[in-house]
């Protein structure tokens, strides 16, 4: 079809960026409401974070069924082989929906997408590529992401460094062998615990900079027997625990208990925190917790006085026991996120492994091949830098896409972040924006979050299809309550007692303020669609 807003530029009704869940789920729904969608995507292969996330250790957080598209056609021909996939098989997972979806007819790769900007005569957007070639389309609909842009702390010297340079988030792809070196690794983050916990065994030394405590969970991970799959499959249990995923506060298949800490005798508690953590696992013990636990100082402190007894036990270094879980916490527990393992505390225990607290000693700089604290020099031959992201607004807001005043979305966000239900942004009218700032985004299991908010998208266009509409863009009214909205839920809990970042505090100078929902998916979907009550309340329309 030809274009009308960019002269030359080919036309597509709905272009997406990225090739993830997102943006994999929308292209499904879409095309089948007749619409032509396409997906640009940065990297050469599709799997969005599973495409970049290939450093040792690299595997989900989420347990299988949930850590999928939510779609029978797929994960009937297709069964994880673990409770909690690695990176190579999610690979294949995303391998599998590009075949049987027909994806690759609807995807251009090694497209960098850097910018866009709204026409007001045609109602379309012009979306710009760092090559130089340009798309109109109708819908505009980045679907990056809240990790697409890493973060590297300043440190003097580091350009200077004689060894190898790794950040966890651009991992080379044909890998990296560590056997038998001298490794440091800046950072304890979820891409930290994983990477560590891989690598302390083979590497001769690995010194850990950390500046915070990771309050780890155990994963129990297992295979999974592909005859009890099936059976499952047959059973309809994973079509339950994906329905079940609609009812709870992050989208996994349980929710916070409905009892407060308090209300249970310290045996009857003890009891409960010992099932949560050591026998079920995985986020069981942070989201299947008691109601209370993230308001409330007294009842934290319960949590992480049980927690830290485990812990405890599974160290025996003195000072590495002090440094991973101190008597008097940093934060409040489960107000960062909790890391999954396997064996983290014994690798962190080795005699190879030195923890070095960078509170207590800073790295003042890089020299040569070492880095030095007060402790003096550490030599090695590889640096980790395991820092993490400007999270979640950084993915957008370091794009260029300007809205109807002509200001790009770091403008509109110079005084405070602003969305409308973390899905549009008023200004940028036939914009969505999937696992983004101001959603459940980082609170929540990834695939569940994009399902609703597709779900959601694929709504608002069966509708305005219907009625003839063609310019769909967020009220400043719906902009301004969903922000009050989203400080008064986040107020209410312990989060703002934690420098995470959840709330930017981790990118010096950032702004601090909540970046995630903290109200729960149920009734973030449900805000999601009464915008559309009243003759689209929430909308202007033309
Ligand atoms: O990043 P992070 P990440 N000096 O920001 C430290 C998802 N994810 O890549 O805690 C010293 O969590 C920083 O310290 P502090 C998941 O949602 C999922 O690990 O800010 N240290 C922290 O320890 C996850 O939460 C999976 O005090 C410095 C680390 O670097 C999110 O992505 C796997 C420092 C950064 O940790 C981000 O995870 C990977 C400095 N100057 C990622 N600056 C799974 O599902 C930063 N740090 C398993």
């Known amino acids: 079809m030809g274009s009308m807003g960019e002269p030359d530029a080919a036309y597509c009704d709905v272009l997406l960026v990225g090739a993830g869940f997102a943006s994999f789920t929308l292209l499904n729904r879409l095309r089948k409401l007749g619409l032509d969608v396409k997906i640009l995507e940065k990297g050469s292969a599709s799997g969005g974070i599973w495409h970049w996330n290939c450093y040792p250790g690299a595997r989900v957080d989420s347990d299988t069924p949930i850590y999928q598209l939510f779609d029978k056609e797929l994960w009937e021909d297709f069964t994880f082989k673990e409770r909690y996939a690695g990176w190579p098989e999610l690979r294949r997972y995303f391998k599998h929906v590009e075949k049987k979806w027909n994806i690759e007819d609807h995807t251009e790769y090694n497209k960098h997408v850097d910018g866009a900007f709204f026409d007001e005569k045609t109602h379309q957007w012009t979306v710009e590529c760092a090559d130089g070639s340009n798309y109109n389309c109708r819908w505009f609909i980045p679907c990056i992401g809240f990790a697409a842009r890493r973060y590297q702390p300043p440190i003097a010297g580091l350009s200077e460094f004689k060894g190898d340079v790794y950040h966890t988030a651009v991992w080379p792809q044909h890998g990296v062998n560590l056997k038998g070196k001298r490794v440091a690794q800046i950072g304890t983050g979820a891409s930290g615990i994983q990477v560590a916990q891989e690598i302390g065994p083979i590497v001769k030394s690995l010194t850990l900079y950390m500046r915070t405590p990771n309050f780890c969970l155990p994963m129990n991970q297992c295979p999974l027997d592909p005859k009890e799959e099936e059976k499952k499959k047959a059973n309809g249990d994973y079509e339950k625990a994906m329905e079940d995923t609609r009812k709870t506060f992050s989208g996994f298949t349980y929710d916070f208990v409905d009892k407060n800490v308090f209300d249970d005798t310290p045996e009857e508690r003890e009891k409960f ?20 636990y993230l308001f409330d100082d007294a ?163 069966k509708r305005i299809k219907g009625d003839g509409i063609t310019r769909f863009e967020a009220t ?34 950032k702004r601090v303020e909540p970046l995630n929902w903290a109200g729960g998916m149920v009734d973030y979907v449900a805000a999601l669609h009464g915008s559309l009550d009243n003759d689209y309340q929430g909308w202007h329309t033309d």
């Open 273 to 292: 925190f010992n099932n949560l953590l050591n026998e079920q696992g995985g986020f069981r013990f942070w989201l299947q917790n008691y109601k209370d």
């Open 299 to 461: 009842a934290n402190e319960e949590v992480y006085k049980f927690w830290r007894k485990t812990v405890l036990k599974r160290i025996k270094n003195p000072e590495k026991q002090r440094l991973l879980a101190p008597e008097k916490a940093p934060h409040p527990w489960g107000t960062k996120r909790p890391s999954l393992e396997q064996r983290i505390y014994e690798v962190l225990d080795q005699d190879n492994v030195e923890i070095i607290d960078v509170n207590e000693n800073p790295i003042e700089i890089v020299e040569g091949n070492g880095l030095r604290t007060k402790k003096g020099l550490a030599e090695v031959d590889v640096l980790i830098l395991a820092t993490g992201f400007d999270s979640v607004t950084g993915s957008l807001g370091q794009l260029n896409i300007r809205g109807t005043d002509g200001g790009t979305i770091a403008d509109h966000w110079k005084d405070r972040l602003q969305t409308s239900m973390g899905i549009a942004i008023p200004g940028y009218p036939n914009m969505f924006f999937l696992y983004g700032p101001q959603a459940p985004t980082a609170f929540s299991n990834g695939p569940s979050c994009t399902q609703f908010q597709a779900e959601f998208v694929e709504e608002v266009f």
């Open 476 to 509: 400043k009214e719906q902009e301004d309550e969903w922000c009050k909205r989203m400080n008064e839920k986040w107020d209410a809990t312990l989060f703002p007692k934690a420098k995470s970042w959840y709330s930017g505090a981790n990118i010096p100078g």
